[in-house]
């Protein structure tokens, strides 16, 4: 790999301690060259600290740090790699990193740690990215998910996936190609049967893959409806009833109101989609814009009904753009006397489920939050979540794809040669999951996202 890296691991800012990591050939002999400890890293066993200062090119003294290094592969990046432990704040690791850098290491790119523990074989590749995952986790239930993928848990489904694909293919290739040798002939329902099996366990791991991202990222939530009929109510009845700490999502539409709060460890993140109706000017133009790409983004969609009024034709226009998406129907008011029943709204849309609350009262307010948790991510038990990222996920779902086409195109009578090419293709997107065909640009892609000094 090409050289020493560094960079400062720790966040920026002021904290206790901050730890410039170095890795590569030659991290120990780098670090001993500017750090004074009673005995030098060199004549240290790895792993264990040192005590003593770090100095600049007079030898004067930057900091009081602890010093340690690892032996490869028995290090982070699976390479000979070094810590300076400094004091926090930005000055003191900002001043221990450029003395690395001026003794010959090359500041890491984002990433460039946990790419090197995938190149060095320390990771596979769905490991490596599940460490993004706990960086970013915002609840103890997405840690524990994304814990679980860097201990291999997704990287062994998807393994065993991948294994029995290469098997089915080995026995058609072999067929294909060695008609006359002494190989059993392939049964067209055996193998299809075994194909089958592979595209129901490639279901279940996007089920698993669906319900970590909930995890992760919690469920988008729209609330909809008319003016007036409680929509803020709502909202603040959720917001005040959870007992979790309530924060603002970062890099959300900014006219739109979102907030996050979690309901039995899931995050729901609710979207208020105020205004959806004719725009009477540019800005409210925009306004609906969002509101609507909101509304086609969230998992799902509460639609909040005054259920003390009579239903209005404007009413009638939100029920026909719920139609065909994950919806509730929440008939609020019901502290006043309910005009609006319950199988009135059935009969407007027969697929969503219907509730009937007071935002007032808060009558009502946790079996809504049950049924959309319930509504979007029922069917995955949330035990059985994975860490994924996007790319994983499509990977997955494209080759569910693939293998659905293959059973088609067999069912069809469509020959052997057809069906292990796309079979073939199926595996190499399973592949590009575990990085076993991952390519540079691949890599480029997914490490990038990392912070530097990871
Ligand atoms: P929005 O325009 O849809 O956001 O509606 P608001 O939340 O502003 O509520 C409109 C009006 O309905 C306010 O006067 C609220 O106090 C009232 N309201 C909202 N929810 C309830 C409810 O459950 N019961 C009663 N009686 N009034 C409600």
């Given at each position: 790999?090409?050289?020493?890296?560094?960079?400062?691991?720790?966040?920026?800012?002021?904290?206790?301690?901050?730890?410039?990591?170095?890795?590569?050939?030659?991290?120990?002999?780098?670090?001993?060259?500017?750090?004074?400890?009673?005995?030098?890293?060199?004549?240290?066993?790895?792993r264990f600290m040192r005590h003593g200062f770090i100095t600049d090119q007079d030898g004067q003294e930057i900091d009081e740090v602890l010093a340690v290094w690892f032996r490869g592969p028995n290090s982070y990046t699976g390479e000979e790699s070094a810590e300076i432990h400094c004091h926090g704040g930005t000055v003191a690791a900002r001043r221990c990193l450029e003395r690395c850098l001026a003794l010959g290491a090359r500041l890491a790119m984002p990433g460039e740690y946990t790419r090197r523990a995938f190149l060095s074989g320390r990771l596979d590749l769905a490991q490596a990215e599940s460490v993004i995952g706990i960086i970013r986790a915002r609840s103890d239930e997405s840690l524990r998910s994304a814990v679980k993928s860097l201990r291999g848990s997704l990287s062994e489904r998807v393994g065993e996936i991948h294994e029995e694909m290469l098997e089915i293919s080995v026995l058609g290739e072999a067929n294909l190609d060695y008609p006359e040798e002494d190989i059993p002939p392939l049964d067209p329902g055996a193998f299809s049967g075994r194909l089958a099996l592979i595209g129901e366990k490639l279901r279940l791991l996007l089920s698993a893959a669906r319900s970590g991202r909930f995890l992760r990222e919690g469920i988008r939530v729209a609330i909809t409806g008319r003016p007036n009929v409680g929509k803020s109510s709502l909202m603040n009845a959720f917001l005040e009833e959870s007992r979790s700490i309530v924060t603002s999502m970062p890099g959300t539409t900014?006219?739109?109101?979102?907030?996050?709060?979690?309901h039995k460890g899931i995050p729901l993140r609710l979207v208020d989609t105020a205004g959806i109706r004719s725009p009477r000017d540019e800005a409210e133009h925009e306004g609906v814009l969002r509101a609507r790409a909101a509304m086609k983004e969230a998992d799902i969609r509460i639609w909040v009904i005054d259920g003390s009024e009579d239903l209005t034709?404007?009413?009638?226009?939100?029920?026909?753009?719920?139609?065909?998406?994950?919806?509730?129907?929440?008939?609020?008011?019901?502290?006043?006397?309910?005009?609006?029943?319950?199988?009135?709204?059935?009969?407007?849309?027969?697929?969503?489920?219907?509730?009937?609350?007071?935002?007032?009262?808060?009558?009502?307010?946790?079996e809504l939050k049950d049924l959309i948790v319930l509504s979007v991510a029922g069917r995955t038990s949330l035990e059985e979540d994975l860490n994924t990222t996007e790319r994983q996920v499509e990977e997955m779902k494209r080759a569910l794809e693939l293998i659905m086409q293959t059973l088609d195109a067999l069912g069809r009578g469509t020959g052997l040669d057809a069906a292990l090419d796309s079979l073939n293709e199926a595996r190499a997107c399973i592949g590009r999951i575990l990085g076993v065909s991952a390519d540079e640009f691949l890599l480029d892609r997914i490490f990038s996202s990392f912070c530097i000094g990871k």
């Open positions: 790999m090409d050289g020493l890296i560094a960079a400062i691991s720790t966040a920026w800012g002021e904290s206790g301690i901050a730890i410039v990591r170095i890795s590569g050939d030659g991290s120990r002999n780098l670090v001993d060259i500017f750090f004074r400890g009673g005995v030098a890293l060199a004549q240290t066993p790895p900014r006219d739109i109101i979102e907030e996050v709060m979690t034709g404007e009413d009638i226009g939100i029920a026909e753009e719920l139609r065909g998406t994950c919806h509730v129907v929440a008939i609020n008011k019901s502290d006043l006397s309910l005009v609006v029943t319950e199988s009135r709204m059935k009969e407007i849309l027969p697929l969503g489920d219907v509730i009937i609350i007071s935002a007032a009262t808060r009558a009502g307010i946790e």
